[in-house]
């Protein structure tokens, strides 16, 4: 046994110091290049997509039309549009036009190597309670994730922190810039909470394997911590009522300022929304339960077991933010494609959702596919091109902004050469905030970098 430890060790270590190895050797070789592709933001200006199919997703689609941007937004669309002298004229004969797609759920920007490299990961902070923490203030515009997610046609993200009870505060991002302050679309949008769950795991003991306690154990356990949630948001509300109390009379003492309660006040009065993590169904109910009782704007990410618990939802208005769709079904006697169903069940039953691939920034390129994926497993067509565009914007609370196209709208805009939820699509341009955006990648220079090597015969 400590033979066969002490090897794989081993290997470990050796691949360790191969990895860092390789990352260190990077680093000359970008000095000397100078500015990668990480660095390009777009060229803006005045430019007309002529002759191209215009998927508005708000509204009819345009067979034969033209779009002008100009100022980094939508400044005219339809099919007698002039083209203003001055533009740049792009022919979108035989090309369609989408809105940019979006992704409500990810750590864009708050990981990059996972635990290869903890050096790269910000996504959590330490402890049980930060409510003060950010996402947009961890999150790192440089990321080789924003340039491999946006070529594949996402020009949005919601990048949220993780990893505690009260984990923090969201933010949402446009995946251009090269600052934070450039990407910010909505600095704080949730707070992001893990909704206490019923577990029976117990832990890990290497010789015997997982520790299991009771169901009923498990419960207890799940009901303390809902309690203790409760308490946090009862003192958060307290420290609230004091603060607007000595605002509105001089003469009451003003409480001392506590930076974590501070960021509580706006979500505890209902004002803004928070995030519940929950997936399966029980869980799902303890968090309608909590927000019934506490008087909360909520949306539920995960959901899995969602669209079992569609009367509570639709009741108290909580949309969902599903991120299963590559994910093993939740119980072992469900079907093989009880994660692919879910959303056109949950379309079905009037509960509002999104598409979301749920990932730490990756595989957020997966996002057009998944939303394919549940369009052959009950979705309609319109509602799973919706499911990545203006559905997550209007949960998001941005679709004045963007999710479709109309005039008056930010020039977040997609134009391929087939159907955007189809894998072998292509994106032929891409506009964010106006701004048109160079289809490069770390995969796009590997690709050019080897698409010519011969192997040389033995």
């Keep these: 046994m400590n033979s066969r430890f002490n090897i794989q060790s081993s290997r470990l270590y050796r691949f360790m110091f191969v990895l860092l190895a390789s990352q260190m050797m990077l680093i000359p070789i970008a000095a000397q290049n100078g500015p990668t592709q990480q660095n390009l933001t777009g060229t803006p200006g005045t430019f007309a997509i002529t002759n191209a199919r215009i998927v508005t997703v708000s509204g009819a689609t ?23 002298g001055g533009a740049t004229r792009i022919d979108g004969t035989g090309l369609s036009v989408y809105p940019g797609m979006i992704d409500a759920g990810t750590n864009m920007g708050l990981q ?41 046609g996402i020009t949005m993200a919601h990048s949220m922190p993780r990893g505690s009870l009260i984990a923090g505060q969201s933010a949402i991002v446009n995946l251009n810039g090269s600052s934070q302050d450039e990407m910010t679309v909505v600095p704080t949008f949730g707070l992001v909470i893990s909704f206490p769950r019923i577990s029976t795991f117990a832990g890990f003991n290497p010789r015997t394997g997982p520790r299991r306690i009771d169901f009923s154990q498990a419960v207890k356990r799940r009901d303390t911590r809902v309690k203790n949630l409760k308490d946090i948001f009862e003192r958060a509300k307290r420290y609230a009522s004091v603060k607007a109390a000595a605002a509105k009379d001089n003469s009451l003492p003003t ?5 974590k309660m501070e960021a509580m006040i706006p979500y505890v009065g209902g004002e803004k929304p928070i995030v519940f993590s929950a ?54 006697d469900d079907p ?43 979705l309609s067509k319109d509602d799973a091109l919706k499911s990545v565009t203006l559905y997550p914007a209007q949960i998001l609370g941005v679709d004045k902004m963007v999710g479709s196209i109309e005039v008056g709208k930010v020039a977040n805009i997609v134009v391929t050469d087939g159907d955007i939820l189809e894998v072998r699509t292509r994106i032929k341009h891409m506009f964010i905030t106006g701004r048109k955006i160079p289809l490069t990648s770390r995969h796009t220079e590997f690709f050019e970098a080897f698409k010519d090597r011969k192997l040389k015969s033995k």
């Design 279 to 332: 997936e399966r169904a029980r869980d799902i109910r303890g968090v309608i339960k909590f927000v019934e009782e506490m008087k909360l704007k909520a949306i539920i990410y995960g959901g899995a077991e969602a669209w079992k618990e569609v009367d509570g939802l639709k009741k108290n208005n909580i949309p969902v933010i599903y991120n299963r769709i590559h994910s093993n079904p939740s119980n072992r």
């Design 336 to 378: 093989y494609d009880a994660n692919f169903e879910s959303p056109s069940k949950l379309q079905k039953a009037g509960v509002r959702f999104c598409i979301s691939t749920g990932n730490n920034g990756a595989n957020v390129r997966e996002l057009p596919y998944q939303a394919g994926l549940a369009s052959a497993y009950g």
């Design 255 to 259: 409480p001392k300022t506590n930076l």
């Design 112 to 152: 990059e190597i996972g635990n290869a490299v903890i050096g790269t990961v910000d996504v959590a902070e330490t402890g049980n309670f930060n409510p003060n923490a950010k996402a947009i203030l961890g999150l790192n515009p440089h990321t080789s994730h924003i340039n491999v997610t946006r070529v594949n």
């Design 62 to 84: 345009i067979p034969n039309g033209t779009i002008v941007i100009s100022d980094g937004k939508i400044a005219s669309v339809g099919a007698n549009v002039s083209v203003p």
